[in-house]
């Protein structure tokens, strides 16, 4: 939420675009190999479109602009990340997760 465009915290059918994404897109391809609900369309002149699909509103999402959006976030979460100090909520939250499944395998 803190790193990816503030368009996510729009909603639609009373979800946030970014509940939606986790929910629908990355839930769906992990577990069903399928956006759930929705999909990826579009060349990057926009981000999001809303579009009635089977009487639910659904999210369209344009891949260039995501994965331009998704490589801006990691590099200013890596920028925090590389600048925060030992005792910072993030630097704490980054080396527990990664001691938990780079080093513990969890």
Do not use: C
């Not at 990691?74 to 080093?103: E, G, H, M, S």
């Amino acid at each position: 939420k803190a790193y990816m465009d503030p368009r996510y915290q729009r909603k639609i059918a009373g979800r946030t675009y970014a509940n939606v994404l986790w929910e629908d897109f990355r839930n769906g391809i992990a577990h069903g190999f399928v956006v759930k609900h929705g999909g990826f369309e579009g060349d990057g002149s926009y981000y999001f479109k809303k579009r009635m699909i089977a009487g639910k509103w659904a999210l369209i999402i344009s891949p260039t602009s995501f994965h331009n959006d998704f490589k801006a976030a990691v590099a200013r979460y890596l920028n925090d990340l590389k600048n925060a100090a030992p005792t910072d909520v993030l630097r704490q939250n980054y080396l527990r997760t990664f001691d938990a499944v780079f080093i513990q395998g969890a």
